[in-house]
């Protein structure tokens, strides 16, 4: 009996003195989930023309017209550029539809989804389509717009590095913000 006794006391002053020692050390927790604080600047616009269409676009970037009245604007700080391209209307908006729209399905292979957004402006006569591509596509976020007579633009958003959409999602929203106000005042010549 006073073996068992003994015994007891011993693996029970054994476990408190094993507690104490353990409970001396910093507890170590989890580190919680952390997300890149990325500030990017509110953005400035000016207006920028060419002689079939205009639209505004931010100061922040570099803007470089062709011959064809095709746009790159380059944004240096974010390794990115939206693409423009443009052609005239002569009875072939359905085609130029089509090919706007086919842009878009060819990044559905690495595509998580497409989500379109159309454009509307009945005042100034310019209709569109935003399309946003999740996923790591090459061009996360593409458009057109028209006045469905004269001018059609098309233009892409691309980065220059490999498309991994969770590191570049938040310059994907800070240049969707630059697009849209893009659409929204654009406006063509009526030559």
């Not at 009245?69 to 390794?79: A, D, F, S």
């Not at 969770?166 to 030559?191: C, G, Q, V, W």
Request: glycine fraction near 2%.
């Amino acid at each position: 009996m006073k073996s068992k006794n003994l015994h007891f006391k011993i693996t029970l002053g054994l476990l408190i003195i094993s507690s104490l020692l353990n409970s001396c050390k910093e507890d170590t927790l989890p580190k919680p989930k952390a997300f890149l604080r990325l500030e990017y600047p509110s953005s400035n616009y000016q207006l920028t023309q060419t002689v079939p269409y205009q639209f505004e676009t931010s100061k922040k970037a570099t803007i470089l017209v062709n011959n064809k009245y095709w746009m790159k604007i380059k944004y240096p700080k974010l390794n990115a550029s939206i693409d423009i391209t443009y052609r005239p209307v002569k009875n072939n908006i359905l085609e130029l539809l089509l090919e706007a729209e086919k842009l878009t399905t060819k990044h559905a292979v690495k595509a998580d989804a497409i989500y379109g957004e159309v454009f509307e402006d009945n005042i100034n006569k310019v209709y569109g389509k935003l399309n946003n591509v999740t996923g790591n596509a090459a061009s996360p976020l593409q458009f057109h717009v028209t006045d469905s007579v004269h001018h059609f633009i098309t233009g892409a958003i691309y980065f220059n590095t490999q498309p991994n959409y969770d590191s570049i999602y938040p310059a994907i929203k800070y240049l969707e913000k630059d697009l849209i106000h893009l659409m929204s005042t654009t406006r063509f010549s009526t030559n």
